[in-house]
């Protein structure tokens, strides 16, 4: 039995102390903890294969009130996310943890990918994940961070879940996090295409039955098959991922 290494932080959370450390800024840090409990990051933690770290915006905030956020200049809907308590925040964790990447979770970021993901893990500087909320966040947030993320083209009310996605994709390419490693060079993205079709027992289902060719114990037959299986889905499913291969 591998033994739990829990330790806490300012807040009470509880995480593992690994090899990939994440650090997460947000008004929320309790959504992370139920989420990672379990699961493939679950057991990565429990081995002290990854770090999570969670810390509260809200001590940040400003007056009695601990205020984060604020109306715009200029009129408009909404609340903005107000600099200070971010940059405060940003430059405490910064301080902490030399060398560590510092990343804006926002719809306007770069588009995350599989080879951003490979090149986090690869690098293995500890990652701050910033997590906006509400309507936007000042501008100014922008000059204090290396690099802003998006998870893809649809709009999340803050960056959490996003924060978890990144966590989940860069994790899970730590070594040992996986059980079994071979399955990341086989999986959709690793090598640049969408995976081929799989089928375990019954040889027949209402009528739909198992291609023969995986049958046939012909292991370059099966291989091919495969290979050509996955071009064709790719070209048809994914014709941008197909293009980005060629
Ligand atoms: Cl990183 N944040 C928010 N709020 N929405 C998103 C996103 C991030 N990525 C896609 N949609």
Redesign the pocket.
């Known amino acids: 039995m591998l033994k739990r290494v829990w330790w806490k932080d300012d807040a009470g959370n509880r995480f593992g102390a690994g090899l990939m450390e994440f650090h997460v800024i947000t008004l929320f840090p309790e959504m992370f903890e139920s989420t990672f409990r379990g699961g493939i990051i679950g057991r990565a933690l429990e081995q002290a294969k990854i770090t999570i770290r969670t810390h509260p915006l809200r001590p940040f905030g400003l007056g009695n009130y601990k205020q984060v956020d604020d109306t715009p200049y200029g009129g408009g809907s909404g609340m903005v996310m107000r600099v200070e308590p971010l940059a405060a925040a940003i430059e405490t964790v910064a301080s902490a943890n030399p060398g560590i990447r510092k990343i804006l979770?926002?719809?306007q970021?770069e588009v995350m990918n599989q080879s951003m993901a490979r090149e986090f893990a690869n690098r293995g500087a500890p990652l701050m994940l910033i997590a906006?909320r509400y309507e936007g966040i000042d501008e100014r947030v922008r000059s204090l961070v290396d690099q802003e993320?998006?998870?893809?083209?649809?709009?999340?009310?803050?960056?959490e879940i996003?924060a978890m996605v990144i966590i989940e994709t860069v994790g899970r390419l730590i070594p040992g996090v996986l059980g079994n490693p071979d399955s990341l060079n086989e999986e959709s993205f690793g090598s640049g295409s969408l995976e081929y079709p799989q089928y375990t027992r019954p040889e027949e289902f209402r009528g739909m039955r198992v291609p023969e060719v995986l049958l046939s114990g012909n292991h370059a037959r099966i291989q091919k098959w495969r290979e050509a299986q996955a071009r064709e889905r790719t070209a048809h499913r994914r014709p941008d991922l197909a293009e980005r291969k060629s």
Not at 149 to 159: K, Q
Request: glycine residues 30%; charged residues 5%; aromatic residues 6%.
């Open positions: 979770l926002t719809p970021g906006g993320l998006s998870i893809g083209d649809y709009v999340l009310s803050g960056g996003a």
